[in-house]
């Protein structure tokens, strides 16, 4: 059964810091790897999909890079913005599974 | 193209009624699946329907069910609400089946409150 595990569960930084979210996944079998940012109360919003034959995937100023061997996924965000602030979760697709499994998530706070 | 569209935002529901939540997903994807998210548990898969056929459930009570029409609207319907049903429900269209490894797109989520 696939266990995601995102530290920190949460992370404040002043304006301008370049930060990395954690993600661990304990099934290895994986199609791919999403990344998601969700707003307070809101739904999710799909920054990253990253497949497993790839080492990583970026989109302006957000890179993730995947390891499937070692079951961890990273989220790079540079510059942080003080819009950056939400929870940040990832969800693997497991290739026997049925549905994305998520992660807690990493709730980010930036400050200006 | 207009994204994953939840319909209602938000529902209050007393114990011991039924509810039932749409969604409409991105044009030309036949897939939608349905997540509870509580602040204890997380995000929880409840179902997926792919063309009109549920393909996958989730570890839920069967008071929690589905359809999907020929245009790929999904309706999920809680029977018997009690109070830990209180949730965001979300609900998420792909283009293919969800297990294919095909990227998921979510809607904004029902905020359903059971007193």
């Known amino acids: 059964k696939q266990e995601v595990t995102q530290i920190p569960a949460a992370l404040s930084v002043p304006e301008g810091e370049n930060l990395v979210l954690n993600c661990s996944f304990t099934?290895?079998?994986?199609?791919?790897l999403q990344w998601f940012r969700q707003d307070p109360g809101k739904g999710l919003t799909s920054l990253l999909l990253?497949?497993?034959?790839?080492r990583e995937q970026t989109s302006g100023r957000l890179n993730a890079s995947l390891d499937k061997s070692s079951g961890r996924s990273t989220l790079y965000i540079a510059a942080s913005q003080p819009g950056d602030s939400a929870t940040y979760l990832c969800?693997?697709?497991?290739?026997?599974?049925?549905?994305?499994?998520f992660g807690k998530g990493t709730t980010l706070s930036v400050s200006s | 193209k207009a994204g994953v569209t939840q319909t209602p935002r938000y529902l209050i529901k007393t114990r011991g009624q039924q509810v039932t939540l749409s969604c409409s997903p991105i044009?030309?994807?036949?897939?939608v699946s349905w997540y509870q998210q509580t602040p204890g548990q997380g995000l929880q898969f409840l179902f997926e329907?792919?063309?009109?056929?549920?393909?996958n459930k989730g570890n839920f009570p069967g008071r929690f069910s589905g359809r999907q029409f020929s245009n790929s609207r999904s309706e999920m319907n809680v029977s018997t609400l009690e109070l830990g049903d209180s949730a965001l429900y979300l609900c998420?269209?792909?283009?293919?089946?969800?297990?294919?490894?095909?990227?998921?797109?979510f809607g904004q989520g029902t905020r359903l409150t059971v007193v």
């Open positions: 969800a693997p697709m497991n290739q026997a599974g049925t549905a994305l499994i």
């Open positions: 998420a269209s792909s283009s293919r089946a969800i297990q294919r490894g095909t990227e998921a797109f």
């Open positions: 329907y792919f063309s009109e056929t549920q393909r």
């Open positions: 990253i497949q497993s034959s790839q």
């Open positions: 099934d290895s079998a994986i199609y791919n």
């Open positions: 044009s030309g994807h036949r897939s």
